[in-house]
């Protein structure tokens, strides 16, 4: 399962904000563009055109699911999606794969810099 996982990495920044906004509860499309932005201190903006296509392809991986419309909810055309198990194994796959990544860099950044020297 690890070696398949690891085919889809390191992952779209746009994918993994979106799983990330996910794994907290259900949003809507506008919702996950706001957790985005709230999440990366407004720094990462995903626009819906951008938002959208990586929702289908996600869906069409089965790492999110469409759950269509809720019951109370102001607008009836409003689409919430989930993170499916799937999705939050890729996204638990591509956090110890970041991890890593600013592991070496922190060990390398305290390195003194021969060149420098």
Known sequence: MAERLDSYLPLSSAVL???LA????DLHGYGIMQEIARQSEGIY??????LYDNLQ???Q??????LGARRGDDDP????????AAGRDVLK?????????????RSRLRL??????
């Open 22 to 25: 996910l794994a907290g509860e």
């Open 93 to 105: 796959a591509e956090t110890a794969r970041l991890t890593q990544v600013v592991r070496e860099a």
């Open 45 to 50: 903006k995903l626009g819906p055109g951008t």
């Open 17 to 19: 904000h979106t799983l």
């Open 77 to 84: 055309r409003r689409r919430y999606y989930r993170l499916t």
């Open 61 to 66: 991986l089965g790492w999110v699911q469409e």
């Open 112 to 117: 003194p810099n021969p060149r420098r020297a």
């Open 57 to 59: 392809k996600l869906i």
